[in-house]
């Protein structure tokens, strides 16, 4: 290569690249005066003019003109110049072609800039998202594997979407238009910028929420909080600072019209939306609505909440799974832990009945607290139970359920 088409690689790297003229330019001097440090041993007595628009360049080695030379690369001899119009002490500048690099210093010309202006895209693209962390982003599927999906924005850039961060059951195809958050962005061995997308965060629905609810992006209904567990349910709290907006009623919209955008984004996520307050036990209430509360106790920092329902609204108040209750929590920040009131009707019915506490002797502690989240406080309302239930639930064995079970009747079978 005994020529290198500056302009015609300039307007590649700028229109494609992005990169601006004068760092195009900075980078091109550098990349010469490293290969002349390399040739001559010194860049300091060298001239490098880079005329973008003529798309050329030009290099002047400048000596000394002296009787007798000391050290070549600063100084040259009189005798040795062809020009008598040159004086000692003067400077005598010759211009420098590219193929006075030799072969392998062109190559090396080559591949500094190619590495240059990779980087140089690495950074730009890196500081571009960086930048975004926490935005909405929304990109065409160009692969998928069995552990994440590839995206691209409009630029070809790659972007991720790993499996952890998608929702449970969704499935894309190539082409498939997706929505989701721009989570991180790392360097990692100075390859490519990983950008790592999400649909399973709580900023996730919360920005989608900015974008379908106006007062929200307005400023006038804030999202205090979100919790969701991806593809069952999800909470959000917010709150009006304007007495005549409903905030509720606003992120709903008329018969559900703004919330069922998100709903379907979502993958038919159910979610409630309720209204923040900061007072814990009427938060709680409000959180397993409609369940109805017969009373709350608060503990300390790290004690347990204790809810106390009636049987029949204890399996409202911890929903499918006992992802209810688990939401509730989250939105207090502590565990709540539902127990059951009997009514004082039935009290003369279930006086027989014995708390799942007096079991401690057969029953291991921890396996009684799984039972007792899930509102099973005494042996009948565990009895009341099928076997199936109370393991999907309570996230116990099958075989751990069943002897249980056995604990629990032989108890009454005995007292009869």
């Not at 494609?16 to 760092?23: C, E, F, G, L, V």
């Not at 992120?251 to 923040?276: A, M, P, T, Y």
């Not at 239930?389 to 069943?402: G, M, S, W, Y």
Request: net charge negative; hydrophobic share 40%; aromatic share 6%.
């Amino acid at each position: 290569m005994e020529k290198i088409e500056l302009k015609d690689a300039f307007a590649e790297f700028k229109n494609q690249k992005n990169i601006d003229r004068p760092t195009m330019m900075g980078v091109l001097e550098d990349v010469f005066r490293t290969q002349i440090t390399k040739t001559y041993g010194s860049a300091d007595n060298f001239d490098i003019i880079i005329n973008i628009d003529k798309g050329d360049c030009e290099i002047y080695w400048n000596r000394e003109v002296v009787e007798e030379v000391e050290d070549p690369n600063t100084q040259i001899a009189i005798s040795d110049l062809e020009d008598d119009d040159y004086e000692l002490g003067e400077t005598f500048a010759k211009k420098i072609e590219l193929k006075d690099f030799g072969r392998r210093g062109i190559l090396n010309i080559r591949q500094n800039l190619q590495g240059r202006i990779m980087d140089i895209e690495k950074a730009n693209l890196y500081n571009k998202y960086v930048g975004k962390i926490g935005e909405i982003f929304t990109g065409e599927v160009y692969q998928t594997w069995a552990k994440e999906v590839l995206i691209l924005d409009e630029e070809g850039n790659e972007l991720r979407l790993p499996k952890a961060e998608q929702i449970p059951g969704e499935h894309f195809k190539k082409n498939d238009t997706v929505r989701a958050i721009i989570k991180s962005v790392e360097m990692k061995n100075n390859t490519t910028p990983y950008i790592v997308l999400s649909r399973t965060t709580p900023e996730f629905l919360e920005k989608l929420f900015e974008h379908e609810v106006p007062e929200i992006l307005d400023g006038l209904i804030t999202v205090k909080k979100v919790v969701r567990i991806p593809g069952e349910r999800a909470k959000v709290a917010v709150e009006s600072y304007d007495e005549r907006i409903d905030p509720i009623g606003a992120c709903i919209g008329v018969k559900g019209s703004r919330i069922i955008g998100i709903v379907r984004e979502l993958r038919n996520e159910n979610i409630d939306v309720l209204q923040w307050t900061n007072n814990t036990q009427l938060l709680i209430q409000r959180a397993l609505n409609p369940a109805k509360i017969s009373s709350i106790v608060l503990g300390g920092e790290e004690d347990k909440i204790k809810v106390y329902m009636l049987p029949d609204e204890v399996k409202k108040g911890i929903g499918k799974g006992g992802c209810n209750i688990r939401l509730a929590g989250m939105l207090v920040g502590k565990e709540i832990e539902v127990w059951r009131e009997l009514p004082q009707d039935n009290f003369e019915d279930d006086e027989e009945d014995v708390l799942l506490s007096e079991f401690d002797d057969v029953i291991e502690g921890w396996i009684i607290e799984k039972l007792q989240s899930i509102g099973c406080d005494t042996a009948k309302s565990v009895l009341a139970l099928s076997a199936s239930d109370i393991a999907k639930r309570a996230d116990l064995e099958d075989e751990t359920v069943e002897e249980i079970m056995d604990i629990l009747r032989a108890e009454f079978e005995d007292e009869e």
